[in-house]
């Protein structure tokens, strides 16, 4: 008789896009089973206008994993620099930030198309925090 292991849920990734990162706090929010959030060049403010990024992440008990490339010139770095201070100022959870030198939007070398392939070492980072995030 075989046994069937649930897969585990680790952690939703969010691609940069906005629209993804406020999906991945929300369904941080939740009690979804999630063991923990990425998020990639996370906008605070898009085209003027407060995203509400802050107050949820204000709320969120889960670890976060911020990944941007200090050339994006779609999320400025320092927005993410706003964020993580609001992580660091939470009761519970943990965090870990990531900053790119060279890298623009997308994790790719700055000035190349948005979609171009993410660098080895954001991988690498990437894949490092998700293995600390998996619990037996």
Wanted: contains cysteine.
């Amino acid at each position: 008789r075989r046994s069937r292991r649930r897969p585990a849920r680790s952690c939703s990734a969010a691609s940069g896009a906005p629209r993804s990162n406020m999906v991945a706090v929300q369904l941080g929010l939740q009690d979804s089973g999630l063991r923990g959030i990425v998020l990639e060049g996370p906008p605070i403010v898009i085209q003027g206008r407060d995203t509400g990024l802050l107050d949820w992440a204000k709320a969120l008990r889960l670890p976060v994993l911020i990944l941007q490339g200090e050339a994006d010139s779609i999320t400025p770095a320092l927005q993410t620099k706003r964020l993580e201070a609001t992580l660091r100022s939470r009761p519970n959870g943990s965090y870990q930030a990531h900053y790119y030198s060279g890298l623009g939007h997308g994790l790719g070398p700055a000035g190349s198309s948005q979609f171009a392939s993410i660098i080895q070492g954001v991988l690498g980072d990437l894949a490092m925090w998700l293995r600390q995030q998996v619990r037996p």
